[in-house]
Nanobody, 123 residues
Framework: QVQLVESGGGLVQAGGSLRLSCTAS????????MGWFRQAPGKEREFVAA????????YYTNSVKGRFTISRDNAKNTVYLQMNSLKPEDTAVYYC????????????????WGQGTQVTVSS
């Protein structure tokens, strides 16, 4: 079992920045690829970013490329999502997730999920 706890969400003006953190406990963190997903009101959960077990491979959805950066610190059992140049359309609940093994963008393949953290971007 892996427990995931997100933090760092909040209210920010358009053009601002936030850094989300997700700390894992329970199993060997470095055995898991990690992902960030988001869900806006009335919309389905969507993929945002993912990072491989070593951190050497990353994937991003097109709408955040060049603005968001995913990273991880295996010594701290933590994955981060640095979000710059935020837009109102980035407003959503952001979830981190863990999948044992290979990096993937498919939410159904993830084994564990955090409780989510709200990000609100005002115009």
């Amino acid at each position: 079992q892996v427990q995931l706890v997100e933090s760092g969400g909040g209210l920010v003006q358009a053009g601002g920045s936030l850094r989300l953190s997700c700390t894992a406990s329970g199993r060997t963190f470095s055995n898991y690829a990690m992902g960030w997903f988001r869900q806006a009101p009335g919309k389905e959960r969507e993929f945002v970013a993912a990072i491989s077990r070593s951190g050497g491979t990353t994937y991003y959805t097109n709408s955040v490329k060049g603005r968001f950066t995913i990273s991880r610190d295996n010594a701290k059992n933590t994955v981060y999502l640095q979000m710059n140049s935020l837009k109102p359309e980035d407003t959503a609940v952001y979830y981190c997730a863990a999948v044992r093994g290979l990096i993937t963008t498919t939410p159904d393949k993830y084994d564990y999920w955090g409780q989510g953290t709200q990000v609100t971007v005002s115009s």
